[in-house]
């Protein structure tokens, strides 16, 4: 009972120490208010479709942050782990009968294990000889699948199972949530001793295995967090839309998660969050209006463009350049308007 009573002040104290101390998570805080409110003022079932593939989609441009961001193994077949996710959830449903709330987390350690095995291969290999690498492994997959069409359904995929939940608030709210929940933790690992080796061996692999770190297995377990993300992301995504197909492996999709990544800001897990909640809202909000309808890809290669050119480290870290500054002595950061540092008292101007 003393347990639950300390549990409200804990939380205030965290909020006000921690988070409304500076702007950007509090920032992030609003976002995440905005978007648990949002169906409470607009219910529109399309735009609530719009945020909830949003939602499965920055889960997945988060784990490719986590694997290429804070590592440096930048892969260009990440939709390899969402594709498994999809298909072992959808397959798992529509054969075997299983629930969806089984089914999900399913997918998710079946793109885990694929993530350990791409891992293994990779190892060895480093920058462009990787990135290729990867790029092979979703290819390989849909020839697998084409291979066997009265199992995998071939080039029309399979369809016809279950939602996790019948109402679209529903699905909205699930989506949400376990976005939330899911970013959350990935934060976390960045923030953690583990994502400190995993800068490490992003910018000194062979420093790092000289202070001792085995950086092998370090390397394999961010294959196996990411995909396990991942294939989160890809089981949701494919009983929200009651269909798991070849789309779910294309190349585009792996490419899109690098845009998301370097567009929101790489290393920083909100990062990709965010240019997912930007970039994907605004080419379905183009497609709206017939007369940006044909050129809404030229449009979205644009702002991109301009992203890179005057923001080089994402859209994220420049604007929190802008309303906060790290303090020269602990490099703690601080809000732009303090003239001491809120930790160590050192002069910020």
């Not at 294959?223 to 294939?231: E, N, T, V």
Request: aromatic letters at 12%; charged letters at 10%.
């Amino acid at each position: 009972m003393r347990t639950l009573l300390a549990l409200p002040r804990w939380l205030l104290a965290n909020l006000k120490n921690e988070v409304l101390v500076l702007p950007s998570r509090s920032f992030v805080l609003a976002g995440c208010v905005l978007l648990l409110a949002l169906p409470l003022a607009w219910n529109d079932p399309y735009v609530l479709r719009v945020l909830t593939m949003a939602a499965i989609f920055a889960i997945y441009a988060a784990s490719w942050d986590l694997l290429a961001g804070y590592t440096g193994q930048v892969s260009f077949g990440h939709a390899l782990f969402f594709g498994v996710g999809a298909y072992t959830s959808a397959l798992l449903t529509l054969r075997l009968g299983w629930s969806p709330w089984l089914a999900v987390p399913a997918g998710s350690l079946a793109a885990m294990a694929a993530g350990v095995l791409a891992g293994i291969l990779c190892l060895r290999l480093r920058g462009a000889y990787l990135s290729l690498a990867t790029l092979a492994f979703p290819l390989i997959l849909t020839g697998v699948l084409f291979a066997f069409p009265d199992f995998s359904g071939g080039e029309l995929g399979i369809s016809g199972f279950a939602r996790v939940l019948a109402s679209p608030l529903g699905n909205y709210y699930l989506a949400v949530v376990v976005m939330l929940a899911l970013v959350f933790v990935m934060w976390k690992i960045g923030d953690s001793n583990t994502g400190l080796i995993f800068h490490a061996i992003r910018e000194d692999e062979l420093a790092a295995r000289a202070s001792g770190i085995n950086t092998p297995r370090y390397k394999l377990l961010a294959f196996a967090l990411s995909s396990l993300f991942a294939g989160a992301s890809g089981a949701l995504f494919a009983h929200f839309l009651r269909v798991a197909g070849p789309s779910t492996l294309e190349v585009a999709l792996s490419f899109q998660a690098v845009i998301w990544g370097i567009f929101g800001g790489a290393a920083t897990i909100y990062g990709p969050v965010i240019a997912v909640f930007v970039l994907y809202p605004l080419t379905e909000l183009l497609a709206v209006f017939e007369i940006f309808k044909e050129v809404r890809l030229l449009i979205f290669a644009v702002v991109v463009l301009l992203v890179l050119l005057f923001m080089p480290r994402g859209l994220t870290p420049w604007v929190r350049d802008k309303i906060e500054a790290a303090c020269p002595r602990c490099k703690n950061r601080n809000a732009f308007t303090r003239r001491r540092c809120r930790l160590c008292g050192a002069s910020l101007k």
